[in-house]
């Protein structure tokens, strides 16, 4: 199950906020194994972000994966995911980060599953 969360200081309309899950969508896919069919996605915008002491217009993507993949698909996922957030978002991509945290245990339909 990828979990991603984008948090940025851009405030964004629902039609970009469609924009982007569909674009996630199309690129979930250069992680081998995962699908849109169980993609969870959550935008949060018109933050305010603050990055070397200064308020920014920033985008920051937190990816949470089960199970780990190869840094070359994570390579390409982050290549796409930024550029895609960027866009999105009306940023360069040196104000989009992101990062990853994988798992081989999550709970759901209450219980606990394992990888």
Request: glycine share 10%.
């Amino acid at each position: 199950m990828p979990y991603i969360r984008m948090a940025t200081s851009q405030t964004l309309t629902a039609a970009q906020k469609d924009e982007f899950k569909a674009g996630l969508a199309e690129i979930i896919g250069l992680i081998p194994g995962k699908t849109e069919a169980a993609l969870m996605l959550e935008v949060d915008d018109g933050l305010t972000m603050y990055f070397k002491g200064e308020k920014r217009g920033l985008a920051y993507l937190d990816a949470k994966f089960s199970g780990d993949t190869e840094f070359e698909h994570k390579k390409n996922f982050t290549e796409a995911a930024c550029r895609l957030a960027g866009q999105v978002c009306g940023l360069p991509q040196d104000a989009v980060y992101l990062t990853y945290s994988v798992f081989n245990e999550w709970g759901t339909g209450g219980t606990l599953k394992a990888r």
